[in-house]
């Protein structure tokens, strides 16, 4: 049996140095007091559900008395008036002594019946099935769905719009539940391990963030769901070493970049069973997509249908009940496009119009589309980016949404007439900088507020809208703040920094609580660098953000960047200008900010910067290590992609499209192939059961470095998945290796200017 402290292999015929020891002692403390305790564990609110247009809320809180359990609270939202709207007591089943445990609950449409979803077991990433539960407020009936299905075998319940029946999907098929009698209808019976129905693939999950694949019409009569053929999707199979005496296999449908993907069609069936009516949707099902589809009316569908270049989005209406399909809007772009998340249909008219988000002027605006397409009007006009729709006042006449036009790390709401007059008005008080998060009422008179810095944890409250009073505090996390003061003692700075082009990129930058000016410090950078995330927001940032700043206290300073490619609001060619190139110029900019810290502050080291990253930052770390090995002397890559060809289709093809047609730009672009350049110490990490950035990347660059004769230090963590994070005690092992890592390979601790040490 091996020691507890991690051993790390060396992957070329030179013996890696091996790694010291033991920690410090305080910093084991602190890492096991974050990682591996709840003395900074957060307070959370919810999950919570508006009801009654919004003059009510329901949560989840523990029961009180020693029953335990859990109890659904109802809250009148003006007077804060509380009282039980489910007791624990009511949510022990027939036969048993404890009461479930809520994982999710959604209310029927009159609030007589609650819907409880518990037992749950992960399938992949974030898709879950397990057992779901209704009550029937009335009579206290608590029953089981599903008849006879095995336990944890159900996923995405959801009750009709009239509350009478309950649609899941089972083993890949779509069912129909009737409450008043337990009646199962089963609409679809062709289901396999490569046919689904009502659920998506792997893909569709991940990138287009599509779980539940089906949708009940306005009047509960019909159900509108995506099926997936995968023949021909090409099977990845996760070799699992650790569950059994003899290693298996779990196989998942994957399509890497290139490669097939699953044949996608939608279609309308009654909710009683029969037929389906399948929607006629244009061109090959497999090289097009279908990422969002939702009833337009009691008779229509809308769905947005984007080819597989993923520049081209089209919004069609479909007969539900013929199956005809029209086109009615076209999105362009000559880079991608994003799938539409705020389709809104604006029922005053009838639902004769529709809200999309553009960026065809340069900006990522909301318009107001005719249904038939024809008329499309500017809601938001502005040098701005609208980030997201937090909610349409109809009859009040407003949008409201949340951007920041005077900085991209920060969050504001903000609304705007539903006619386009008149300026954008802030909502998000000017005296709170920050990141302010909303969930809003169905009658836009109250909101849900989150808010947090970069320096204070989060604080969820009440607001009234639009005055954003606040009417009481829902959780202050006052434990939390007092958890976290000694280690935000030094507030972080944030910056801009000008690359030699002239480009303006957005940092952050912690220094130590010590920190003497008059010194230099080794700088640690941390990076994502890719289209799907920023680093560089004034918002708390969990137990990440609590290690960087633990770090900084050892003597470091730790810094990140966003490139341009990131997805700040900072206008369409901000983001954009990395198409067909991942990695190429982020790596190039993240190499110039650095030269350019350490040039303009005299207190960084320029001969002592490491850099670290996960997934995409991983990724990142790679090409930084390879292509600009005189800026960085030590890189930590946790999970990376380091051949693009690896990834997957939606994904990938987005930003660089099919390798068949750019061959030469992903060998340019994936990391692997500038391994040469490696003069440094690198740490790779990956975890064997990573069903999204698969092991098989790390296997193929170790074999590459080894090929080179380059040393690289490497630790599997075996049958972990993406986050590294399955198992007793893996996550803190995953931060103290880093830690340790990065302690033993740049020693912490500030030199004079003549680089002695102190």
Known sequence: MRPVMIVLAAASGLAATPLAGQLPAPVGDILRRVFASGDFAPERFGPARWIAGGTAYTTVEPAAGRSGGSEIVRYETATGARSIAVAARQLIPPGDTASLDVDEYAWSSDATKLLVFTNTRRVWRQNTRGDYWVLERRSGALKKLGGDAPASSLMYAKFSPTGDRVAYVRQGDLYVERLSDGRITRLTADADSLHVNGMTDWVYEEEFDLRDGFRWSPDGSRLAYWRFDMTGVGTFLLTNDTDSLYPFVVPVQYPKAGTANSSVTAGVVSADGGPTTWLQVPDDPRQNY?????????????????????????????????????????????????????????????????????????????????????????????????????????????????????????????????????????????????????????????????????????????????????????????????????????????????????????????????????????????????????????????????????????????????????????????????????????????????????????????????????????????????????????????????????????????????????????????????????????????????????????????????????????????????????????????FSLLTRYLLEHLPAGPRTRDGRGV
């Open 290 to 734: 279908i990422p969002r589809m939702e009833w337009a009316g009691p008779r229509e569908v809308v769905l947005q249908r984007i080819n597989r270049a993923q520049n081209v989005d089209r919004v069609m209406l479909a007969d539900a009940t013929t199956g005809a399909v029209r086109t009615v809007l076209v999105e362009q772009d000559s880079a991608w496009l994003d799938v539409v998340d705020d389709l809104r249909w604006l029922e005053g008219g009838g639902g004769k119009e529709f809200t999309w988000l553009s960026e065809r002027d340069g900006w990522r605006h909301v318009y107001r589309v005719s249904r038939d397409g024809k008329a499309v009007r500017l809601v938001t006009p502005g040098a701005f980016d609208v980030i997201q729709v937090a909610a349409v006042d109809e009859p009040g006449g407003w949008l409201y949404y949340v951007a920041s036009p005077d900085n991209p790390t920060q969050r504001y709401l903000y609304r705007s007439r539903l006619d386009g007059r008149g300026k954008p008005e802030r909502v998000s008080p000017g005296e709170r900088p920050g990141t302010h998060d909303y969930d809003i009422s169905p009658d836009a008179r109250w909101a849900w507020h989150t808010y947090s810095t970069f320096d204070t944890p989060s604080l969820t409250d009440l607001v009234r809208l639009p005055s954003h009073a606040t009417v009481r505090t829902l959780a202050a996390n006052d434990r939390l703040h007092a958890a976290v003061a000694p280690l935000t003692a030094r507030p972080g700075e944030f910056f801009r920094v000008t690359l030699p082009d002239s480009a303006t990129l957005d940092g952050w930058m912690i220094r130590p609580r010590d920190f003497d000016s008059t010194k230099t410090y080794p700088l640690l950078m941390y990076v994502y660098g890719e289209p799907a995330g920023q680093t560089v927001l004034d918002r708390w940032a969990g137990r990440t953000g609590l290690w960087h700043r633990m770090l900084a206290d050892q003597g470091y300073v730790v810094a990140s960047v966003d490139n341009r490619g990131t997805p700040a609001p900072r206008g369409r060619v901000w983001r954009k200008v990395v198409h067909d190139a991942i990695g190429v110029l982020s790596s190039r900019e993240q190499a110039d900010a650095v030269r350019a810290l350490t040039r303009s502050r005299h207190y960084l080291d320029s001969t002592r910067v490491a850099i670290w990253g996960w997934s995409g930052g991983g990724s990142s770390t790679l090409q930084a290590m390879f292509r600009y090995p005189d800026v960085y002397r030590v890189g930590m890559s946790v999970a990376p992609v380091p051949d693009e060809r690896l990834y997957d289709t939606i994904y990938q093809e987005r930003y660089m499209g099919l390798p068949q047609e750019n061959a030469a730009g992903y060998d340019t672009a994936s990391a692997i192939n500038h391994a040469e350049g490696l003069r440094g110490r690198l740490l790779l990490v990956h975890g064997s059961g990573d069903d999204n950035v698969h092991y098989q990347g790390s296997e193929r660059l170790l074999n590459r470095l080894i090929s080179l004769g380059k040393p690289v230090d490497f630790m599997e963590y075996p049958n972990r998945s993406h986050c590294i994070c399955e198992g007793r005690g893996t996550t803190l092992h995953v």
